[in-house]
Antibody
Framework: QVHLVESGGGVVQPGRSLRLSCAAS????????MHWVRQAPGKGLEWVAF????????YYADSVKGQFIISRDNSKNTLYVQMNSLRAEDTAVYYC????????????????WGQGTLVTVSS | AIQMTQSPSSLSASVGDRVTITCRAS??????LAWYQQTPGKAPKLLIY???SLQSGVPSRFSGSGSGTDFTLTISSLQPEDFATYYC?????????FGQGTKLEIK
């Protein structure tokens, strides 16, 4: 049974950093590309970042490029996003999602999602 | 980045109604488009990928069509569990981009 569990969210001051984790179980994590998607309170969905199954290919939303770093540790079955210089507009629920396409460049076919972790950027 | 525009932003309908939601891309995305359904407090659920391919387990009352810049999601006969917010997503090119969402409410 596929499980994705995000953690690491919380309240953080503007300008500080935070690292989110997404623990995967129930499947061969190293065979799947992964994504981060976020949703600000009361707002729509925003794709954030992609990482290929082996970690060698990464893409970012323009809004987080140079600020966020996606990574993965296949030995620990865990996906990460390092979020630096956080701003109020980064306040959101952050979801990880598994890419089903099996393509090196990823796809928008995401069947399995975590439950989300809330990041609140506030002084 | 490709901009995705959904219409309408909100829609009131009754159980049994047929509804159509439209998504327009600011440039062609071939058939690289997915539709997601989200209910409050839950993660999104994949309904359609490749513009018209129904995800396994999704009821057949959901269908998608379109290519290039214009896409539609149709629900043939609304059920109570279909009242939710719907998003299109282009996965043609990075950065992937979602539409702003269509909130489907009970009339």
């Amino acid at each position: 049974q596929v499980h994705l569990v995000e953690s690491g969210g919380g309240v953080v001051q503007p300008g500080r950093s935070l690292r989110l984790s997404c623990a995967a179980s129930g499947f061969t994590f190293s065979s799947y590309a992964m994504h981060w998607v976020r949703q600000a309170p009361g707002k729509g969905l925003e794709w954030v970042a992609f990482i290929s199954y082996d970690g060698s290919n990464k893409y970012y939303a323009d809004s987080v490029k140079g600020q966020f770093i996606i990574s993965r540790d296949n030995s620990k079955n865990t996906l990460y996003v390092q979020m630096n210089s956080l701003r109020a507009e980064d306040t959101a629920v952050y979801y990880c999602a598994r890419d089903e396409a099996g393509d090196y460049n990823g796809s928008g076919k995401w069947v399995y999602w975590g439950q989300g972790t809330l990041v609140t950027v506030s002084s | 980045a490709i901009q995705m525009t959904q219409s309408p932003s909100s829609l009131s309908a009754s159980v049994g109604d047929r509804v159509t939601i439209t998504c327009r891309a600011s440039q062609g995305v071939r058939i690289d488009l997915a539709w997601y359904q989200q209910t409050p407090g839950k993660a999104p659920k994949l309904l359609i990928y490749g513009a018209s391919s129904l995800q396994s387990g999704v009821p057949s009352r959901f269908s998608g069509s379109g290519s290039g810049t214009d896409f539609t999601l149709t629900i043939s006969s609304l059920q109570p569990e279909d009242f939710a917010t719907y998003y299109c997503l282009q996965d043609f090119i990075y950065p992937f981009t979602f539409g702003q969402g269509t909130k489907l409410e009970i009339k």
